[in-house]
């Protein structure tokens, strides 16, 4: 019998949103001029050590600096918001408006050619995914889908077999599968028009979403 348990409407929305904003840096970075997944650790990673094993420095650097990038992020992240539980009141707009600084700073470097930029994307993409950690035993991970298409299919095959499955898990699974699918596919159209300036748009997005919740954090706190 299915597990039913709630989410409340402000996780649904932010998750869906942050989803559809890591999609849509993920395409730019692939159509950019190092055709570089910005949050996928797992291709980087075997990228990295491809250029270990090739002897190719210059490519290990810039895959050390990728990755250490993203972990710094998710470091500052853990710095700011302290909690790994998802609960409304937390100082995520304080993450969210650096995570805009950084993809701000990205645009002109990427428009230049240069690395540094991935690796300011990299290290957005980790500082969000280290703010959105879970809510009521549903993890959320917005900048990358592995883990929940890997979910989507053990619940998938739980139920076959008659098992209890987290209804609510499942719906989290989608909404980011979908959110993420959805951000590709935006970030496609607006790359083909703005090129590298297509990732002022996921800029704006979190710089707006950080300043509305700070003022509604600062508001329910004089309450």
Not at 50 to 57: E, F, N
Not at 138 to 159: C, K, Q
Not at 168 to 196: K, P, T
Request: aromatic share 10%.
């Amino acid at each position: 019998m299915p597990v039913l348990r709630q989410l409340p409407r402000w996780a649904w929305v932010g998750g869906g949103v942050l989803a559809f904003i890591a999609g849509l840096i993920n395409a730019a970075g692939y159509m950019g001029f190092r055709h570089q997944s910005i949050s996928n650790l797992t291709g980087s990673t075997t990228l990295l050590g491809i250029s270990l094993g090739t002897g190719d420095r210059g490519e290990a650097f810039h895959w050390a600096l990728s990755l250490l990038a993203f972990v710094f992020g998710a470091m500052a992240s853990g710095a700011i918001v302290q909690k790994s539980t998802l609960k409304l009141g937390r100082p995520y707009g304080v993450a969210l408006l650096l995570e805009s600084l950084l993809l701000f700073a990205a645009v002109p470097l990427l428009q230049h050619e240069w690395s540094i930029g991935l690796w300011l994307a990299s290290m957005a993409c980790g500082l969000q995914n280290g703010m959105v950690s879970a809510y009521s035993g549903a993890v959320f991970r917005t900048t990358h889908v592995s883990g929940m298409f890997t979910d989507l299919g053990i619940y998938l095959g739980h139920r076959l077999r008659g098992l209890e499955v987290d209804i609510l898990r499942v719906r989290v699974c989608l909404l980011v599968i979908g959110s993420f699918l959805f951000g590709g596919v935006a970030g496609a159209l607006l790359f083909a028009h703005l090129r590298e300036r297509s990732l002022l748009i996921p800029a704006i997005l979190t710089g707006l979403c950080g300043t509305l919740y700070s003022l509604y954090r600062q508001r329910t706190a004089t309450q």
